[in-house]
C-alpha cells in the first residue's frame, strides 16, 4: 500500500456539537475538508494502531463518498481493521450495537440525524467511542483543537473503492475491510430484550400497524423486524428504502414534519399503533388512534411499565433525562424509588451513568429515548417497546397513556422553535436573559404563576465529577410549571432558540385540554421576559411541537 501525505490548512469552525459536526453537504465537499476532520480525530487516537473501527451512516447525498475516503485513511493511519455496513449502511443504534458486540475501538457514524438531506441539505460526522456511545467533551474538543493547526493528512494512494454491497472480507494494504449485514447484530438485540411471541401474537390477531421509515435508514431494520420476523403485514412500513435525499422528506419524526402519518392515524378506521424515526434511525415518535404521545411522558410510561418487558423485568437502576425534557420521569421514578437524572441536552451525558449502572432508560424531550442495551437513544427500540406493551396488556395507546396520566398527572409540555434567528441577534437574546436572572424569583407573573427559581442550568456529572456550564436557562414555577431558553446545536444555518414550556396539572378532569391552550400563559410569560420576538425579529415560532 503506497500512502499519500497530502498538505492541508485548517479550515475554521470544525468543532463537533451535542451530535457531532454538521455542514451543508457543500462544505463537506470542499477539497480536504473531511479529510481533515478525520485525520484530526485519528491523530488524537494515538493508541489505533491495529485496532477494529467500525463506519457507517444513515445513507444520505455524500454518504457513500465518505466512506471510500475514510477507509483509505483509516488504511493509512494504522487501523487493522474496519467493519462497514453493506452499502455503507448502519444505523446509530447500530453503529453503538456493532461496537458493544465486537469490542471495537470506536465508530465513525456518518449522519446529520434528522435534518434535511440531498445535494442542498446536510452532512455530519461524529466519533463513538469503545462503549457505543457518543465521544465526551475532552475527546471532541481534543479533535477540534488538533483540527485547528493540521498542516497533512495520510490517505492510501492508488486503491479501488471496496465493493460495499457485497458482504465478507477485502482489502487495502494490511487493513482489513468487512462489509456487514446492517441489521444482523441489531435484530439479534432485539430479540433478547423484547417478547417477540407476544408481539407476533399481537398482529397475528389482526392488530394493525403504520411505520414511516421517512424513506430513511430505519426503513430495513424496521422491514426486517416488523414484516419479517414479528409477521406485520407486508406494507406495515411505509417509505422504507432509504434514498439520499429521503424523498423529499424532512426526516424529523413529529407531528409537524410526519403529516402523512398523522393523517393516517385519524379517524376510526385507522391503524391501532402509529410510529416514525429520523433520518440515522435514533429517533421516534409515537402515535395511537388520533392520539400523539410526548417524547416526555414515553419515557416515563415505559419506565412506569418496564417490568411488563423481558429485558427489564428486574426493574430500572435509575432514570435520566435531558434538562428540558418534562418531569414526567421524575414522578415515575420517585414512585418507584429510585433516582432520576437530569442531565445537559446530548446523549453522550447518559454514557457514564449507563455504563456505572446509575440509570436503565435515558430519553430527550426531541424524541430520543433509549436504555442500557447500547449508548445512543434508539427509535425502533422505543417502537418495539411500545407494540411489547400494547401486546401484553391488550390496551391501546391513548389506554395506557391516559391511565398513567390519571396516576401520575399530566406534564402538559410543548417546545417553541424559532430557527434561523442571525446568530449575533441569539447570543444577543441569550445575555440579556441571563442579565435578569438575579432579579427574576419572586417575580409574579399572572396567573398564578409566580418564579420560584431562575437559572443557568450547570451539571456535575456524579461518575467522574466534570462539570457542564451555560447548558440553558430555567424559570422554574411554583407547583412545578417550568419555562427552559437554549440555543440549540443541531442546525447549519443560523441559530436555533428552542423555548419549553410544562405545566403540571394533577386534576384528571383537566387532562384532555389542548397543549397550547393549556400552556398559554407560559408562552406568554416567556415572550415577555425574554423578549423573544424584538430580539429575534421574527412574529412566530417556526416549529411548534
Known amino acids: 500500500m503506497n500512502i499519500d501525505t497530502v498538505s492541508t490548512r485548517p479550515f475554521p469552525g470544525q468543532r463537533p456539537g451535542t451530535s457531532g459536526l454538521r455542514k451543508k453537504v457543500s462544505v463537506f465537499q470542499e477539497p480536504h475538508y473531511l479529510e481533515n476532520f478525520v485525520q484530526a480525530l485519528f491523530d488524537i487516537l494515538p493508541d489505533r494502531t491495529g485496532q477494529t473501527l467500525v463506519v457507517g451512516g444513515d445513507g444520505r447525498f455524500h454518504n457513500r463518498a465518505a466512506v471510500q475516503t ?43 440525524s434528522h435534518n434535511p438531506g440531498g445535494p442542498e441539505g446536510d452532512f455530519g460526522i461524529k466519533y463513538n467511542i469503545a462503549n457505543g456511545g ?77 411505520f414511516d421509515a421517512m424513506s430513511a435508514v430505519s426503513g430495513p431494520y424496521a422491514r426486517a423486524i416488523l414484516e419479517g420476523m414479528l409477521g406485520a403485514p407486508a406494507g406495515t412500513v411505509v417509505n422504507g428504502e432509504p434514498l439520499e435525499d429521503f424523498g423529499g422528506h424532512h426526516p424529523d419524526p413529529n407531528p409537524a414534519h410526519a403529516t402523512e402519518l398523522i393523517a393516517t392515524m385519524s379517524g376510526p378506521q385507522a391503524p391501532d399503533f402509529g410510529a416514525a424515526s429520523d433520518g440515522d434511525a435514533d429517533r421516534n415518535m409515537i402515535l395511537g388512534r388520533d392520539f400523539v404521545v410526548t417524547p416526555s411522558d414515553s419515557l416515563a410510561i ?79 427500540w422505543a417502537v418495539l417497546f411500545w407494540l411489547n406493551l400494547l401486546a401484553v396488556t391488550g390496551q391501546s395507546v391513548d389506554t395506557l397513556v391516559r391511565a398513567h396520566w390519571a396516576r401520575f398527572g399530566r406534564h402538559y409540555y410543548s417546545r417553541h422553535d424559532w430557527e434561523g434567528i442571525a446568530t449575533e441577534r441569539a447570543d444577543a437574546l441569550m445575555a440579556a436573559l441571563r442579565a435578569k436572572l438575579p432579579d ?75 397543549a397550547q391552550t393549556a400552556l398559554a400563559e407560559l408562552i406568554r410569560i416567556a415572550d415577555e421576559i425574554a423578549a423573544i420576538r424584538s430580539h429575534s425579529g421574527m412574529a412566530t415560532p417556526t416549529v411548534i411541537t
Open 134 to 210: 457518543p465521544a465526551p467533551e475532552r475527546i471532541t474538543e481534543a479533535i477540534y483543537a488538533r483540527s485547528g493547526v493540521l498542516s497533512e493528512y495520510h490517505i492510501a494512494a492508488d486503491t479501488a473503492d471496496i465493493d460495499l454491497e457485497t458482504l465478507g472480507t477485502q482489502r487495502i494494504g494490511d487493513m482489513q475491510v468487512e462489509v456487514i449485514d446492517p441489521v444482523a447484530d441489531y435484530a439479534a438485540l432485539m430479540q433478547q430484550l423484547f417478547d417477540f411471541d407476544a408481539m407476533r401474537a399481537w398482529f397475528a390477531k389482526g392488530g394493525r400497524m403504520r
Open 70 to 112: 475514510i477507509l483509505r485513511m483509516a488504511a493509512a493511519n494504522g487501523f487493522g481493521k474496519v467493519l462497514v455496513g453493506r452499502s455503507g449502511l448502519l444505523s446509530t443504534p447500530a453503529v453503538s450495537a456493532v461496537i458493544r458486540k465486537h469490542a471495537c475501538f470506536g465508530g465513525i457514524i456518518l449522519s446529520a
Open 440 to 514: 427574576l424569583p419572586g417575580r409574579d407573573c399572572g396567573a398564578g404563576l409566580r418564579i420560584d427559581q431562575a437559572d443557568d442550568f450547570a451539571y456535575t456529572d456524579p461518575v467522574d465529577g466534570s462539570v457542564s456550564t451555560r447548558q440553558g436557562v430555567r424559570l422554574i414555577f411554583d407547583g412545578g410549571s417550568r419555562v427552559v431558553f437554549r440555543l440549540s446545536g443541531t442546525g447549519t444555518e443560523g441559530a436555533t432558540l428552542r423555548v419549553y414550556l410544562e405545566r403540571f396539572e394533577p386534576d384528571a378532569s383537566r387532562h384532555d385540554l389542548p
Open 302 to 380: 415505559l419506565a412506569a411499565n418496564a417490568t411488563r418487558v423481558p429485558g427489564y423485568r428486574d426493574g430500572l437502576a435509575g432514570i435520566a433525562r435531558s434538562m428540558p425534557t418534562s418531569c414526567a420521569a421524575d414522578a415515575v421514578a420517585a414512585a418507584l424509588g429510585i433516582p432520576c437524572h437530569e442531565t445537559p441536552t446530548g446523549w453522550k451525558f447518559f454514557g457514564n451513568l449507563l455504563d456505572a449502572g446509575r440509570a436503565t432508560l435515558c430519553g430527550e424531550e426531541s424524541y430520543g429515548t433509549g436504555s442500557n442495551h447500547v449508548r445512543e437513544k434508539d427509535g425502533l
